[in-house]
């Protein structure tokens, strides 16, 4: 818009370069790039960890790692990936960056909140790593009693106070979202012309308001058992460790939805976008976002199948877990039925984006055999159930996470990213993912139990193929992230609509945008994804 | 700056934050955000009350004896005295419809002194428990629970042993009344904050939305106490 002549006008990255001005910022968009920094180290800290058990786990006996440090560093990469990367990432930095330029507002509703949730998020993610530091924990993510409470010799009480504390974050990150959503909309902008992203981080933020606080007060009599000796889990006193296990998956379990439903959201973006089409049956797509929001909160005890609970409550929610298939098998057949006759585009971001709907569907369909009482006694606990949830995780949400990172990265930074080794870095990713998590399938289905890391040498042919396959996924994602940290400094500059992508985000806001997001006013006359409007900006 | 284009249809309101297009917008997100975060609170309270509800229906005894040492009378009077301090807090907010700063102050006080008194009962309370050796984890003893129990049990029942979960239910009681307790320190120190907003006279008959939101907050927690009272002393 502007000539290049000219000085450019200030961004939100370019208003002010003091550290201050990054840490005391109230601009959604900066605190979606601090999200974005926090996150990463997280992110590499948990893939640290992994990567050591992995070498340890190449071979049957124990030649790496002691078997306490073995149970302190899978416990350490579940808690930070679960806690500190998989439920913040797409809301934290790709819905704080969108959500408001999404619907034309000029922030969320409440910024110094969104601020304050970020501190939290830190302050919860020093906990655990002082606990990390201090030696680690060895009670795995879940937390399960009375081995957390009573006997575990390692510092629960310190990783339990960061868990409890970050879920703050979390809960009031939803909140803002679903105020924005529901009060801040630009004139014109009805529900059913909402981006689905929108949609989805909206079902989001209603589970992490609903959700968050029962987890936290979970966490909270754990630590009063542990640190009081008080007794709620304790079957000494007559309490139930079952209770607790209900307690625990009540949010648990949602909080597959926490992570999964935002990379639905960016999954619909790119897939339209990329090729040229409407989401088919945009209105099927929004609402079983909601509907898997709701059923949801009533399959928890599926991860309960072999404890004490009732047989009756099983079958009951064995079915409801067929529910939820449901609306997730709609999204699944609407993406699929976008791409039939669209002009599809083979780019960085649509090749994460078409990985993840084949992994994900492989993580879909291996939950609902989960999901069948008499079968998952035979898998309860083994490997089958580590690669059905890493289908769902890493291939569903980190592949959607990395898919929407790439889209929106020049709508972030102004930056175009070399595309070439994007494409290469997603490839590599896709095959050294299947190659680690698609022989636990059959190893779990041979019996070998999850967390056990010295193993019967029949299962070290599979062992040995996820280790090596770990290996190209770690080198797809160190090109992953060279690639796009290269771009900052010496990508092209992307303009402002650079895939020619429907969306306020890119027809009204600069790249970077401005401080205050948009600089005309913004007016909404066309549902979302119309790919046929003359209108979309293009650039020069 | 250059937004002077997408600024100029709507001057500024003194108590409108930039972000926001209107007074009205800005209200009922406010609204709607304290709303959202009573919903949460009553999840965060529910998972207590889940608890509560598991091991009462296993341990009927332990909750009817339990109950049994409670003091009523002393519930009794915190409950008077909670409600009342709902009631000043409503007053205190009649009193900023009405552009009275010093009704404000007065009846924030006066809610705050009917705070220190439910604090003031309750230490008694908590003490009494801890003399009697009734708090688990930290000084519980079997025999003088007993005894207590004892004391307390209704003419013509003969209590020989502990009853099973006699601990569930103290706990219980100690995390929950604990719990409440805490939203009640966090509430004065909101009140706190916002008497110094009013004594600077930050708030007039359009704008006082703080007064108003700790008065649903203080609600809130009044009503919280409205369940634990029966539950835990009542049954």
Not at chain 1, 21 to 33: A, F, Q
Not at chain 2, 113 to 118: A, K, P, Q, R, S
């Amino acid at each position: 818009m502007n000539d290049n002549n000219t000085s450019p006008p200030l961004n939100y990255l370019t208003n002010g370069h003091t550290v201050k001005s990054w840490l005391l910022t109230v601009d959604h968009k900066r605190i979606g790039v601090l999200y974005l920094i926090a996150m990463t180290c997280f992110f590499l800290v948990g893939a640290t960890a992994a990567t050591l058990f992995r070498l340890e786990l190449a071979t049957h006996n124990a030649n790496v790692l002691a078997n306490d440090t073995y149970n302190r560093l899978f416990t350490m990469h579940g808690i930070i990936m679960v806690f500190f990367f998989l439920i913040p990432a797409v809301p934290g930095v790709l819905g704080n960056f969108l959500v408001p330029l999404m619907i034309g507002a000029k922030d969320v509703a409440f910024p110094r909140l969104n601020l304050a949730s970020w501190y939290i998020y830190m302050l919860g993610g020093l906990f655990t790593l002082a606990a990390i530091i201090g030696g680690g924990i060895d009670t795995g993510w879940t937390f399960y009693t009375p081995y957390s409470s009573v006997y575990a010799d390692s510092h629960v009480i310190l990783a339990g106070t960061g868990v409890f504390i970050t879920g703050f974050s979390s809960i009031l990150t939803g909140l803002n979202f679903i105020v924005t959503i529901h009060k801040m909309r630009a004139p014109g902008l009805t529900w059913m012309r909402l981006p689905l992203f929108i949609w989805a981080q909206y079902s989001t933020a209603i589970i992490n308001v609903l959700g968050t606080p029962v987890l936290a007060i979970t966490l909270l009599l754990v630590l009063a058992e542990r640190v009081l000796g008080f007794g709620i889990f304790d079957p000494q006193k007559g309490g139930d460790p079952v209770l607790y296990q209900h307690m625990f998956w009540f949010y648990s379990h949602p909080a597959v939805y926490i992570m999964i439903l935002p990379g639905f959201g960016v999954v619909s973006e790119v897939l339209a976008c990329f090729s040229r089409k409407r989401i088919y049956g945009y209105e099927f797509v929004a609402f079983s976002s909601l509907a898997i929001a709701a059923i949801g909160f009533f399959v928890w005890g599926h991860h309960m199948f072999t404890s004490s609970q009732s047989p009756y409550a099983g079958l009951i929610f064995s079915i409801l877990t067929y529910l939820v298939g449901i609306p997730t098998a709609i999204k699944i057949f609407n993406w699929t039925a976008t791409l039939y006759k669209g002009s599809v585009e083979l780019s960085a971001p649509m090749l994460y984006t078409l990985g993840f709907i084949g992994l994900f569907l492989v993580g879909g369909l291996t939950g609902l055999f989960l999901a069948t009482k008499a079968l998952n006694v035979h898998l309860h606990d083994t490997y089958f159930v580590v690669a059905h949830f890493h289908y769902v995780m890493v291939g569903g949400m980190m592949m959607a996470w990395l898919a929407g990172l790439h889209f929106w990265w020049p709508k972030m930074f102004g930056k175009l990213y070399n595309e070439f080794w994007a494409r290469v870095g997603a490839v590599i990713i896709f095959f050294g993912f299947n190659f680690t998590f698609f022989p636990q399938f059959i190893a779990g289905y041979m019996g070998m139990p999850r967390r056990y890391h010295v193993y019967d040498i029949e299962y070290q042919p599979f062992q040995m193929l996820s280790t090596a396959g770990a290996f190209f996924m770690g080198i797809g994602l160190i090109i992953c992230l060279v690639t796009l940290v290269s771009s900052i400094f010496t990508g092209r500059p992307s303009g402002k609509n650079p895939w020619k992508a429907t969306g306020l985000e890119w027809n009204y806001a600069s790249s970077p945008p401005d401080t205050h997001n948009f600089t005309v006013p913004v007016k909404v006359d066309v549902e979302a994804y119309d790919y046929t409007d003359e209108r979309i900006y293009q650039d020069a | 700056m250059s937004h002077a284009a997408a600024t100029t249809d709507h001057e500024h309101k003194p108590y409108q934050q930039h972000h926001f297009e209107s007074m009205e917008q800005q209200t009922q997100s406010t609204l709607l955000g304290i709303w959202l975060f009573m919903a949460q609170e009553i999840l965060f309270f529910g998972g207590l009350f889940t608890a509560y509800t598991v091991y009462r229906i296993l341990y009927p005894q332990a909750w009817a004896m339990g109950a049994g040492t409670q003091n009523v009378f002393l519930g009794m009077v915190n409950t008077i005295v909670l409600i009342g301090s709902s009631l000043s807090i409503v007053l205190a907010v009649h009193s900023a419809r009405h552009n009275d700063k010093k009704g404000i102050l007065k009846w924030f006080a006066l809610t705050l002194l009917l705070g220190l008194v439910f604090f003031g009962v309750k230490a008694v309370e908590y003490g009494t428990k801890w003399e009697h050796q009734l708090v688990p984890g930290l000084n519980w003893d079997d025999h003088h629970a007993l005894h207590t129990i004892q004391e307390h049990a209704p003419k013509g029942v003969e209590v020989t042993e502990l009853p099973k979960g006699i601990q569930l239910y103290y706990s219980l009681y100690f995390v929950m009344t604990g719990m409440h307790a805490l939203h009640m320190i966090i509430g004065f120190g909101l009140a706190i904050w916002i008497m110094i907003k009013a004594a600077r006279g930050r708030f007039n008959a359009e704008y006082y939305p703080h007064v108003e939101y700790f008065g649903l907050y203080w609600h809130f927690v009044d009503i919280v106490w409205i369940f634990l009272f029966p539950l835990l002393y009542l049954v």
